[in-house]
Protein backbone atom coordinates (compact mmCIF):
# COMPACT_ATOMS: atom_id res chain seq x y z
CA UNK A 1 0.00 0.00 0.00
CA UNK A 2 1.60 3.23 -0.59
CA UNK A 3 0.95 6.34 1.18
CA UNK A 4 0.77 9.97 -0.77
CA UNK A 5 1.81 13.32 0.52
CA UNK A 6 1.05 16.40 -1.02
CA UNK A 7 3.16 19.51 -0.92
CA UNK A 8 3.55 23.15 -2.35
CA UNK A 9 0.57 25.06 -1.87
CA UNK A 10 0.00 28.35 -1.09
CA UNK A 11 -1.00 31.95 -2.05
CA UNK A 12 -0.57 33.18 -5.63
CA UNK A 13 -1.53 36.07 -7.58
CA UNK A 14 -3.65 35.80 -10.94
CA UNK A 15 -1.15 34.78 -13.85
CA UNK A 16 1.47 33.07 -11.18
CA UNK A 17 2.70 30.18 -11.01
CA UNK A 18 3.26 26.73 -8.63
CA UNK A 19 4.31 23.70 -8.46
CA UNK A 20 2.83 20.87 -7.01
CA UNK A 21 4.65 17.85 -5.45
CA UNK A 22 2.89 14.09 -4.47
CA UNK A 23 5.24 11.83 -2.64
CA UNK A 24 5.29 8.27 -2.31
CA UNK A 25 6.10 5.86 0.47
CA UNK A 26 5.42 2.43 1.09
CA UNK A 27 5.89 0.73 -2.23
CA UNK A 28 7.00 2.21 -5.91
CA UNK A 29 5.53 4.77 -7.75
CA UNK A 30 5.97 3.62 -10.89
CA UNK A 31 3.38 0.32 -9.92
CA UNK A 32 0.73 3.39 -9.66
CA UNK A 33 -1.08 5.52 -12.50
CA UNK A 34 -1.43 8.55 -10.98
CA UNK A 35 -3.73 11.91 -11.04
CA UNK A 36 -4.45 15.32 -9.40
CA UNK A 37 -8.06 16.16 -9.01
CA UNK A 38 -8.96 19.38 -6.80
CA UNK A 39 -12.34 20.73 -4.76
CA UNK A 40 -13.28 23.99 -4.34
CA UNK A 41 -15.17 25.11 -1.47
CA UNK A 42 -18.77 24.11 -1.97
CA UNK A 43 -18.07 22.49 -5.14
CA UNK A 44 -17.67 18.26 -5.58
CA UNK A 45 -14.16 16.94 -6.13
CA UNK A 46 -13.32 17.13 -9.98
CA UNK A 47 -10.39 15.71 -12.02
CA UNK A 48 -7.70 17.96 -13.13
CA UNK A 49 -4.58 15.89 -14.78
CA UNK A 50 -3.26 12.01 -14.83
CA UNK A 51 -0.09 10.24 -16.20
CA UNK A 52 0.30 6.56 -16.77
CA UNK A 53 2.52 4.99 -14.81
CA UNK A 54 5.08 4.64 -17.34
CA UNK A 55 4.66 8.83 -18.03
CA UNK A 56 4.47 8.37 -21.54
CA UNK A 57 0.65 9.20 -21.20
CA UNK A 58 -1.50 12.41 -20.27
CA UNK A 59 -4.27 14.01 -20.03
CA UNK A 60 -5.95 17.22 -18.78
CA UNK A 61 -9.52 18.55 -17.73
CA UNK A 62 -10.31 21.17 -20.72
CA UNK A 63 -10.25 24.13 -17.72
CA UNK A 64 -6.63 23.26 -17.15
CA UNK A 65 -5.19 22.37 -20.82
CA UNK A 66 -2.06 24.29 -21.90
CA UNK A 67 -1.83 25.56 -18.46
CA UNK A 68 -1.04 22.91 -16.29
CA UNK A 69 1.66 19.76 -16.72
CA UNK A 70 1.79 16.69 -15.08
CA UNK A 71 5.07 14.74 -14.89
CA UNK A 72 6.23 11.95 -12.88
CA UNK A 73 10.24 11.36 -11.41
CA UNK A 74 9.45 7.36 -10.56
CA UNK A 75 13.35 7.39 -9.71
CA UNK A 76 12.06 9.88 -6.82
CA UNK A 77 9.04 8.70 -5.84
CA UNK A 78 7.17 11.78 -6.50
CA UNK A 79 5.02 13.56 -9.19
CA UNK A 80 4.27 17.19 -10.05
CA UNK A 81 1.73 19.25 -11.34
CA UNK A 82 3.45 22.64 -12.99
CA UNK A 83 0.52 25.16 -12.58
CA UNK A 84 0.85 28.31 -15.02
CA UNK A 85 -1.07 31.32 -15.54
CA UNK A 86 -3.31 30.72 -12.16
CA UNK A 87 -6.90 31.89 -12.02
CA UNK A 88 -9.24 32.89 -9.27
CA UNK A 89 -11.10 30.05 -10.31
CA UNK A 90 -8.00 27.46 -9.90
CA UNK A 91 -8.67 28.00 -6.19
CA UNK A 92 -9.07 24.90 -4.14
CA UNK A 93 -7.40 21.89 -2.80
CA UNK A 94 -5.45 19.87 -4.84
CA UNK A 95 -5.39 15.77 -4.30
CA UNK A 96 -2.77 13.51 -5.47
CA UNK A 97 -4.42 10.09 -6.05
CA UNK A 98 -2.66 6.67 -7.34
CA UNK A 99 -4.33 3.80 -8.67
CA UNK A 100 -2.61 0.52 -8.21
CA UNK A 101 -1.83 -1.40 -11.95
CA UNK A 102 -2.45 -4.61 -10.69
CA UNK A 103 -5.30 -4.31 -8.86
CA UNK A 104 -7.11 -1.26 -9.24
CA UNK A 105 -7.10 -0.21 -5.79
CA UNK A 106 -6.67 3.99 -5.07
CA UNK A 107 -5.04 5.44 -2.52
CA UNK A 108 -5.36 9.77 -1.83
CA UNK A 109 -3.03 12.19 -0.11
CA UNK A 110 -4.35 14.24 2.30
CA UNK A 111 -4.67 17.37 -0.33
CA UNK A 112 -2.32 20.76 -0.49
CA UNK A 113 -4.56 23.70 -0.61
CA UNK A 114 -4.21 26.60 -3.17
CA UNK A 115 -5.78 30.14 -3.34
CA UNK A 116 -5.35 32.44 -6.35
CA UNK A 117 -5.97 35.97 -5.23
CA UNK A 118 -7.45 38.38 -8.24
Known amino acids: QVQLEESGGGLVQAGGSLRLSCAASGNMLYLYNMAWFRQAPGKEREFVATILWSGGSTSYADSVKGRFTISRDNAKNTIYLQMNSLKPEDTADYYC???????????WGQGTQVTVSS
Open 97 to 107: MGVAVTTGNDF
